[in-house]
Structures are given as structure tokens and as C-alpha cells.
């Protein structure tokens, strides 16, 4: 037990400082950007598609933040601006797969997945949603009724209070995700020298082999799906580096994760928002699966033409 602690400990500690060196720079960058003329430009850059998604211009304003920060505050902005039911619920269903682009792209990059395939997951997915959602739903025209949430604090002013500011909103990030990870860690080491996550996997084997992975990708879906891209990604990180997954399997598994990832997280907190949480669930859930198994099948095909090919030459 005492390895295991170790050794466990170990992983954590060299997890977080590799996703540190990640999330620190972006939130302090981004951070300051928010007091800069920089978001405003964006956020007036993307007003005018605003109408095709069925929003109001206003709605730019907590998708650029979510894309940026984080769905809390993007949660934030919506609490300053009246919107439909709609409008909030499309927002919702869009940040669910595309936010915090920033820090859940460079984890995405650390483990081995390329940068076209997650902004085009994940951006495609954000529009596709918005776009179909808008068509097909007539009704939510009632303004949001927002519950018992703060509302955003006064912003700061003068560059040492922002640099001030910005640093505490960085390291603060780095915190939780040590008190996250450095106990996970240490808990799938435990797992992992009492053979506990090979019957974990052999559970999972089902879900993995209907969405064309193989079954050590098991512990790399459990993570994302439970606590994240940006938490789960020590776990992540080590199930590649140790469990021999292919990059074709780390692949589906964040084309999965991007569509549905921190599920139980990312969905309870639109709840105070007054929008119908279920449909969000059901949304990310079967998109996420539709999608994965979709890219699997055509890349199984490929292979096989390819193996074709190849004994065709010979």
C-alpha cells in the first residue's frame, strides 16, 4: 500500500505540473484579455451570425467567455442579460461542447489528439446544435428565470489589481487541479496494484468495443466522462503512456469526450438557469456516441482498403 501511495503520489505531482505549465498561462493570459479591448472586438465580430443560431447579439457575449474561461463564467454573463429559455438553452447545449477551448485543447494536444480534430468536433458540434435546435424548436420564447445564483462582481481597475487579480484566478486553477488529481492518481495506482481496474475494464469492454475501442481505453473514457478534459486528463495521460492505447483509441475516445465529457458536472450546473436539463443530457450523450461510432466505422474502413490495397501490390 505504501508503493502504491508513492508511486501514486508521484504521478500526481508530475501531472500537475505538466498540466500546470498548460492552465496556468492561459487563465493569467486570458484573464487579462477580459480588461483589454480584446474580447469586445470578438465579441462584435461574431454578433451579426448571432441571428442564424437563433440568438440575440447579446448571447456572443457568455459564448465568447465560455470559450475562453470556463462554463462558470459564462453562467455569469448570462445573469446579466435577459434572454429566452431558448436563447439559454442553445447557449447551454453549445458551451456543453465547445468551452474552455483554451486549456481543454492543450490537454487534448498532451495526450496525442491533433488540433484539427478538436476544434472541429468541437466548434462543429456547438454551431451544428445551435443551428438544428433553432429550426426544430417553435417554443421557450418565455424570458429565463435565473434561480439563487450571484451574480459576477464588480471588475477591477488599474493594472496592478488586474495582474494581481489574474494571477489569484490562475493559481487558484492550478490548486483545484492538484487537489483533484493528486488524489485520483493515487486512487487508480491503488486500483491498478490490487487488479481492481482490470475488472473495471473488463466491465467496461462492451461500451468500449461498441464504440470501436479497444478495452484499455476504458479507465482514459471513465475519467473524461466523470470529471473532465482538463481533471481527468493525469488519468488520461497516464492510461496512454501506460496502458498501451493506440492513437487511433485515444483519438474516438476524445472525439467521445469532447461531444460529453464531465457529464454529471457540466449538466447539473445549467439547472439554476430555469432550462430542461434532461434534453442537454440526452443531446451530448447521443451525439457523443452516434459520433464516435460514425468516425470508428469509416476509419475501420479505411484500414481495411488500405490492408486490401497494400496485398493487391504485392
Not at 470559450?67 to 442553445?90: H, M, P, Q, R, S
Amino acid at each position: 500500500m505504501v508503493s502504491s501511495l508513492k508511486k501514486g503520489l508521484m504521478a500526481g505531482l508530475q501531472t500537475t505540473w505538466a498540466l500546470g505549465k498548460v492552465i496556468f498561462p492561459v487563465t493569467l493570459i486570458v484573464s487579462i484579455l477580459q480588461y483589454t479591448p480584446v474580447l469586445p472586438w470578438v465579441i462584435e465580430v461574431i454578433t451579426p451570425m448571432m441571428a442564424l443560431l437563433g440568438l440575440s447579439g447579446d448571447a456572443a457575449i457568455p459564448l465568447v467567455i465560455g470559450n475562453f474561461l470556463n462554463l462558470y463564467a459564462a453562467i455569469g454573463a448570462i445573469l446579466t442579460l435577459d434572454l429566452t429559455i431558448k436563447e439559454v438553452f442553445i447557449i447551454a447545449v453549445m458551451l456543453s461542447f465547445s468551452h474552455n477551448m483554451l486549456v481543454e485543447t492543450g490537454v487534448a494536444l498532451k495526450v496525442g489528439v491533433r488540433l484539427w480534430v478538436v476544434l472541429l468536433v468541437r466548434l462543429g458540434l456547438a454551431l451544428t446544435s445551435a443551428v438544428v435546435i433553432n429550426l426544430l424548436w417553435n417554443g421557450g420564447s418565455e424570458i429565463a428565470q435565473y434561480g439563487m445564483i450571484p451574480a459576477q462582481t464588480e471588475a477591477v481597475s488599474g493594472l496592478g489589481p488586474i495582474l494581481i487579480e489574474s494571477v489569484i484566478k490562475a493559481g487558484i486553477g492550478i490548486f483545484q487541479l492538484a487537489i483533484i488529481v493528486i488524489p485520483l492518481m493515487v486512487g487508480v495506482q491503488i486500483l491498478k496494484d490490487k487488479q481492481w481496474l482490470a475488472v473495471f475494464s473488463r466491465w467496461m469492454a462492451p461500451v468500449t468495443r461498441a464504440l470501436g475501442m479497444k478495452e484499455n481505453t476504458s479507465t482514459t473514457l471513465a475519467a473524461g466522462l466523470l470529471i473532465g478534459l482538463a481533471y481527468g486528463a493525469g488519468v488520461m495521460i497516464q492510461a496512454v503512456q501506460e496502458d498501451g492505447v493506440s492513437k487511433k483509441d485515444v483519438t474516438l475516445a476524445f472525439i467521445f469526450l469532447v461531444a460529453c465529457h464531465a457529464v454529471i458536472e457540466d449538466t447539473l450546473i445549467f439547472v439554476p438557469l430555469g432550462i430542461p436539463v434532461l434534453p442537454l443530457l440526452l443531446i451530448r450523450l447521443g451525439v457523443a456516441v452516434l459520433l464516435t461510432m460514425t468516425v470508428a466505422f469509416i476509419w475501420k474502413r479505411a484500414e481495411y482498403a488500405k490492408r486490401k490495397e497494400a496485398v493487391y501490390e504485392q
